[in-house]
């Protein structure tokens, strides 16, 4: 079985939805993050850099290009090197919203 590629088509609304996604500043996860955005779910923007996932956060706001409604993006510090940041990152998302719709 060969190696493909597909970008995804869903044009479903994810409103009301919360939506965890790691790896946020750069390529697939801030594509997948905008995804949802425009699709109107609050996206929790799980990064180790924070100065980072808020110039992603920017460049996703400024780039979207849909007229529907938009989601939220909130971040949130996550090293998934570190158990204990792990842990801190799950009982602050936690402790805002009552589930995870999207991980």
Same mark, same amino acid.
């Given at each position: 079985?060969?190696?493909?590629?597909?970008?995804?088509?869903?044009?479903? +609304?994810?409103?009301? /939805?919360? %939506?965890?996604?790691?790896?946020?500043?750069?390529?697939?996860?801030?594509? &997948? #993050? =905008?995804?949802?955005?425009?699709?109107?779910?609050?996206?929790?923007?799980?990064? +180790?850099?924070?100065? /980072?996932? %808020?110039?992603?956060?920017?460049?996703?706001?400024?780039?979207?290009?849909? &007229? #529907? =409604?938009?989601?939220?993006?909130?971040?949130?510090?996550?090293?998934?090197?570190?158990?204990?940041?792990?842990?801190?990152?799950?009982?602050?998302?936690?402790?805002?919203?009552?589930?995870?719709?999207?991980?």
């Amino acid at each position: 079985m060969g190696f493909f590629s597909a970008v995804c088509t869903s044009t479903a +609304r994810l409103d009301g /939805k919360t %939506a965890v996604t790691t790896g946020c500043n750069t390529g697939i996860g801030k594509v &997948t #993050a =905008k995804d949802f955005f425009e699709r109107g779910a609050g996206v929790i923007m799980a990064c +180790r850099d924070k100065q /980072k996932a %808020a110039a992603a956060a920017d460049d996703i706001k400024s780039s979207c290009q849909s &007229t #529907a =409604k938009l989601g939220e993006l909130v971040i949130e510090p996550l090293d998934l090197t570190s158990l204990q940041s792990v842990r801190n990152c799950a009982n602050a998302i936690l402790s805002k919203e009552p589930s995870i719709d999207l991980l």
